[in-house]
């Protein structure tokens, strides 16, 4: 039985976006293996550091702890050696640069088309990372055709070595909303529009608070919620209107809550590989307004009020529209809870196994 180690990495880094897709795919690779009738050919065993601090409970993939350093040291250092003699699959967008026999999941190219949104440090050393696996990995992932383009172009990869594989949303489904977060942060349900946001540009910050001055009075608020890591993100100085409440980080919990209690859902981006908040958002039954730009309308399609990401203006017109008019909202409702189903972490288990697969066929 061949060996197929996966980079646990992620267990010790605080749940966000990419950490998000790589513990919803080991979740969904580990029930995979359980139904799988076939008998699959692999040992899965996810391989990690000893500052775990996300516990994950798998029933037929292993999950073992190594070695004495910590972050992109131990990635670079340890892992390769832990990992000898079987192929490693790496979620996160990093993977040891000595190795070779390995497949590399990398999200987006942000770094090199909007790299304003991080710190320089950030820019050289993912540019130099992303670049350096593109030639020794022998598969890398995506989770966009928008993304397989733009690794194509940055990173000159050959179309044939990427694969995309998609993103789920089922882990919001299978978590209980905790609507203290309404009375926690004084917001009335179903008298506000949601965004999910961080300070980093690419998340267009600034376009929703100029779009809510573009606005004027119309009696709703807007919560936004999201954190921000410092060492990643340039700085944002950001003022915001009375109308407008800041939250920083939620819990997965009170996130359900508040897109299930949200009028709508504006997330407009100037830049994402895939674009999970909201999909999310559609499959809790929230309307969304998102950009019309990168990936955004090959995961939305016809779900979703699109706006020009750099024209507040146009933000505020698509929220009033939304706001206004109750036929759209649920039309959108209806339309966002459909587009959802072609959209699964067990879809995403299963194309990537495929492409291990295909790595150890060749």
């Known amino acids: 039985m061949k060996k197929v180690f996966i980079n646990g990495r992620f267990l010790t880094q605080r749940i966000t976006g990419v950490q998000r897709f790589a513990l919803e795919f080991v979740k969904?690779?580990?029930?995979?293996?359980?139904?799988?009738?076939?008998?699959?050919?692999?040992?899965?065993?996810?391989?990690?550091?000893?500052?775990?601090?996300?516990?994950?409970?798998?029933?037929?993939?292993?999950?073992i702890t190594v070695g004495k350093l910590k972050g992109h040291l131990w990635e670079q250092l340890e892992l390769p050696f832990y990992s000898r003699g079987g192929l490693l699959v790496n979620l996160c967008n990093t993977g040891p640069l000595l190795k070779g026999k390995q497949i590399v999941t990398i999200h987006d190219a942000a770094v090199y088309s909007k790299p304003e949104g991080f710190t320089k440090m950030f820019v050289y050393w993912y540019k130099f990372l992303f670049r350096v696996l593109s030639i020794v990995a022998r598969r890398i992932i995506t989770v966009s055709e928008f993304s397989k383009r733009e690794l194509a172009h940055y990173c000159r990869i050959k179309q044939n070595k990427i694969s995309v594989v998609s993103e789920g949303w089922q882990h919001i489904q299978q978590i209980d909303a905790d609507v203290d977060v309404f009375r926690k942060h004084d917001i009335s349900p179903k008298q506000y529009i949601l965004a999910v946001s961080s300070l980093n540009p690419n998340k267009n910050f600034q376009g929703i608070v100029k779009a809510i001055e573009c606005l004027g009075d119309v009696g709703t608020n807007i919560i936004i919620a999201g954190g921000t890591n410092p060492k990643v993100f340039s700085s944002s100085n950001s003022s915001l209107p009375n109308n407008v409440k800041y939250i920083g980080y939620v819990t997965d919990e009170e996130?359900?809550?508040?897109?299930?209690?949200?009028?709508?859902?504006?997330?407009?981006?100037?830049?994402?590989?895939?674009?999970?908040?909201?999909?999310?958002?559609?499959?809790?039954?929230?309307?969304?307004?998102?950009?019309?730009?990168?990936?955004?309308?090959?995961?939305?399609?016809?779900?979703?009020?699109?706006?020009?990401?750099?024209?507040?203006?146009?933000?505020?017109?698509?929220?009033?529209?939304?706001?206004?008019?109750?036929?759209?909202?649920?039309?959108?409702?209806?339309?966002?809870?459909?587009?959802?189903?072609?959209?699964?972490?067990?879809?995403?288990?299963?194309?990537?196994?495929?492409?291990?697969?295909?790595?150890?066929?060749?």
Not at 40 to 61: G, M, Q, S, Y
Not at 284 to 305: Q, T
């Open 28 to 63: 969904a690779l580990d029930k995979l293996i359980e139904v799988d009738d076939t008998g699959l050919k692999f040992e899965f065993v996810v391989i990690a550091p000893r500052n775990i601090i996300n516990d994950i409970t798998l029933d037929n993939i292993k999950v």
């Open 255 to 362: 996130l359900k809550a508040l897109y299930e209690g949200a009028m709508g859902f504006i997330y407009p981006s100037f830049y994402e590989g895939f674009g999970l908040p909201p999909l999310e958002a559609m499959a809790c039954g929230c309307p969304v307004i998102v950009s019309n730009a990168a990936s955004l309308p090959e995961v939305c399609g016809d779900a979703a009020l699109y706006v020009d990401p750099y024209s507040p203006e146009d933000i505020a017109e698509k929220i009033k529209l939304l706001l206004f008019d109750d036929q759209l909202r649920e039309e959108l409702r209806r339309k966002g809870l459909e587009r959802a189903k072609m959209f699964s972490w067990e879809k995403c288990a299963q194309e990537t196994l495929k492409v291990i697969e295909e790595v150890l066929a060749n």
